[in-house]
């Protein structure tokens, strides 16, 4: 089946530096990937969509300038923390919804990302 | 805005019992649904999936109910085992985008 490839899945760094998390899918092209955040006992709330070769489309609240996301291929999609504080430690996942299958969507298996 | 709730947020059942995990979206143009299941520390898995032009779907031990007409979702679980201890989500949308619900803690008691 399809597999979705998420790395680092797990990541410290210090508050001001930036983090870059890469979601890649395996054997299937993604037209839309999909980022999520999830803290501590809550649910996966969407950040943004990103379509290949197109800017990414950003929830409400959730600031483009320190979430950066790239997609610049059908396999590859980067999130990058810029500027990382403490409350920006989560639990971060992907999506990758393959292009030729209704409803076809894979998820990585997740990064903890801990700002110290 | 438009979200999808849970109903319960914590489920403890007895091991070799089934489970019932409700599931409440207010988005009537979702035309597809999934219930994720999550351990600590990884990614959602797939559990079933459902469209919205069927009301039933059966897995192995599982089953997904929709109700349209109350915008409900159910997933039943039978014969609970201590492995299907972990948080479970429901997830709505279409083919653009996924979103989840609270999420329900099913503990299983042996």
């Known amino acids: 089946g399809a597999v979705v490839s998420q790395h680092p899945s797990r990541v410290i760094c210090k508050s001001g530096t930036s983090v870059k998390i890469e979601c890649r899918s395996l054997?299937?092209?993604?037209?839309?990937m999909f980022w999520y955040r999830q803290f501590p006992k809550q649910s996966l709330m969407l950040m943004a969509t990103s379509n290949e070769g197109s800017k990414a489309t950003y929830e409400q609240g959730v600031e483009k300038d320190k979430f950066l996301i790239n997609h610049a291929s059908l396999t590859l999609s980067t999130l990058t923390v810029t500027s990382a504080h403490p409350e920006d430690s989560s639990f971060y996942i992907c999506?990758?919804?393959?292009?030729?299958?209704?409803?076809?969507?894979?998820f990585g298996s997740g990064t903890r990302l801990t700002v110290v | 805005g438009e979200s999808v709730g849970l109903h319960l947020p914590t489920l403890s059942v007895q091991e070799g019992d089934n489970s019932i995990i409700n599931c409440a979206y207010s988005?009537?143009?979702?035309?597809?649904f999934i219930w994720y299941k999550q351990e600590s520390g990884k990614g959602p898995q797939f559990i079933i999936d459902i469209r919205s032009n069927m009301d039933k779907r059966q897995g192995q031990r599982v089953t997904v109910l929709l109700n349209k007409t109350v915008k409900h979702l159910s997933l039943q679980i039978a014969a609970t085992q201590p492995g299907d201890s972990a948080v479970y989500f429901c997830?709505?949308?279409?083919?653009?985008?996924?979103?989840f619900g609270a999420g329900t803690r099913l503990t299983v008691k042996p």
């Open positions: 054997d299937f092209q993604a037209t839309t």
């Open positions: 988005n009537s143009a979702s035309d597809y």
């Open positions: 997830a709505e949308g279409g083919n653009n985008d996924m979103r």
């Open positions: 999506s990758a919804r393959e292009r030729t299958v209704l409803y076809g969507y894979t």
